[in-house]
């Protein structure tokens, strides 16, 4: 039996937690005593808090994120009620800022914060051998990238098989925008290239396709941006995937020449835009030029089969329901694959709370701590832009609705997406849970309602989209002649937008 257990709730089976596997590949000679366990937030408290016994372990690390604080939170209450002699050890970027006060953090016996590849052993080391750290909450240094072992032989052959690797080249980021929580690291941190390339070497032989770098900014370092996409591109496969985040304004030639390389369904790049507005750019510390990103997204869009996802934020200090209205139309003429909306949250540590006060942020307090009104926009509204967000990934992201988004959002893109928004609201009150043929229906209906359309016209076209997403019911809308000529071209394209799916 393990001495030593360590946990996490992942959002959900295809995320495996790279955090733990990095805390495991670092333990040194108590690597033999450890064994890592992961879960999902589907699973009940009580049944992990069972699952975690079973082990008979002395000490349980636990992965602390926004995610899963909640339901840790009840492991944690209940492992220390039956048995609580087990030491429960803390880390995670939530339990690694403001957390005094947290209810997971009085329940538990110690805190790592930050980093915790080294300090987890470290600490083990301390409590196996029966001593006992002079503080609860530990802050743990930095630790210098090129003495940390890499996690990347932990991933198992059914990860590999089965789940998202998520890998790693640098860590950290040198900016500073405050809604971040990688605002708060001095810089990026780069690991040894040769040495981290023959770790995805291994990976490759071992079957890996899907890769997903968790680097928060890919592009900053060109030369070794370019070598890993070379890297990739020379073990080109059909099944191969890979995924980086992407500052929006700088892409220099060099990695251009390397992008263009990809073929279709291989790359894909989510690019943080997050506001148009200058402002409020200046405001939240985001330096971004913004007429280069829209030059970047362009060429992307022009030259390259990358599916792109930029992303946008609703709720940041000083922006208004048009100004961020103006942002998606900009960024929508830009036809990005997926614009990705989310809501502001207020991360335990992120500089952003300095604007609390003078812009009446208000945020829910249980997690996420998304933004439930400000100065700018009130409860309502903000309830109204979290349909929008829900429905524009339903609609506008989900690949089914490629033809009928161009009739939906003609040249008004916000605006009209909100009015459906709202009709779709007062028609269906579910914002989740609607089943596919109904959607279909439902976006049918509105557009005929709502818009002037051209009902054959959008009849054929919403046809299309049905029949290539892969739906093979008999929606009302249907073009029967249409479906039927449909070619094995239509469930080709379906196969492809199932790929990006099964990738996010
Ligand atoms: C992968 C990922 C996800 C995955 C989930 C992965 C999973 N395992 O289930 C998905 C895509 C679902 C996701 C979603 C979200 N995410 Co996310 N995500 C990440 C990402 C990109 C990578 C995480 C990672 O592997 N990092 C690399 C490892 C090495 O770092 P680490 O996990 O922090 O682990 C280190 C330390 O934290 C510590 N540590 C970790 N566990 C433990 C355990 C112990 C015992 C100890 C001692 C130490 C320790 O040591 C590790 C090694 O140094 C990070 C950004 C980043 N690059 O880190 C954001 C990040 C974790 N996400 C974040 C946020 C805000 C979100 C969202 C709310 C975003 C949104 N939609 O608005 C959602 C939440 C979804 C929900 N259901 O509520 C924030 C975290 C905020 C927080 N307090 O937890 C981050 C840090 C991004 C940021 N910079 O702001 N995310
Ligand atoms: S939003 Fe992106 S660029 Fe800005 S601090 Fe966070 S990771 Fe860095």
Known sequence: MPDILLATLNAQY????????YLSANLGELRSQAKLLEFTLEQR??????????????IVGLGVYIWNVAHTTEVVAMLKTVRPDVTIVLGGPE?????????????????????????????????????????????AAVPKMDEVALPYREYTDADIAHRLIYVEASRGCPFKCEFCLSSL???????????????????????????????????????ASKRILEFFLERMADDLFVH????????????????????????????????????????????????????????????????LHADLIIGLP?????????????????????????????????????HTQAFDMRYSPQPPYNILSNADIDFSTMQRLQRFARYWDMIGNSGRFVRTRELLLADAPFERFLKFSDWLFAISRQTHRIALDRLYELVFDGLVELFIVDVEVLRDVLTRDYFESGARGAPKFLNEPLAAALSSDARAHAKRQARHRRAE
């Not at 295809?14 to 596997?21: E, K, N, Q, V």
């Not at 009580?46 to 082990?55: G, P």
């Not at 790592?112 to 802050?139: M, N, V, W, Y």
């Not at 390397?258 to 330096?287: C, Y």
């Open 14 to 21: 295809s995320h495996a937690s790279l955090g733990l596997r």
């Open 45 to 58: 408290p009580i049944d992990v808090v069972e699952a975690l016994l079973a082990q008979q372990p002395k």
């Open 95 to 139: 339990v690694s800022y403001e957390c005094d006060e947290q209810r997971i953090v009085q329940l538990a016996d110690y805190v790592i914060a930050g980093q915790g590849d080294h300090a987890f052993a470290a600490l083990c080391r301390q409590l196996l051998s029966g001593e006992r750290p002079a503080t609860k909450i530990i802050r």
């Open 185 to 223: 690291d001095q810089t990026a941190w780069p690991f040894q290239q040769d040495v981290f390339l023959a770790e995805m070497q291994l990976l490759y032989e071992r079957g890996a396709r899907h890769f997903k770098f968790v680097d928060r900014t890919f592009n900053l370092n060109v030369k």
């Open 244 to 307: 980086f985040e992407l500052i929006p304004d700088r892409l220099p030639e060099a990695l251009k020449e390397s992008i263009v390389k990809f073929p279709p369904g291989s790359l894909q790049f989510e690019i943080g835009v997050q506001t148009l507005n200058p402002d409020v750019q200046a405001r939240i510390s985001r330096k971004q030029d913004d007429a280069q990103t829209a030059e970047n997204l362009r060429w992307l869009r022009a030259h390259t089969q990358a599916h």
């Open 318 to 354: 000083g922006e208004t329901l048009a100004s961020f209205g103006a942002g998606f139309d900009r960024l929508a003429q830009l036809n990005p694959h997926e614009i990705q909306v989310g809501i502001l949250k207020r991360l335990r540590g992120a500089p952003i709370a300095r």
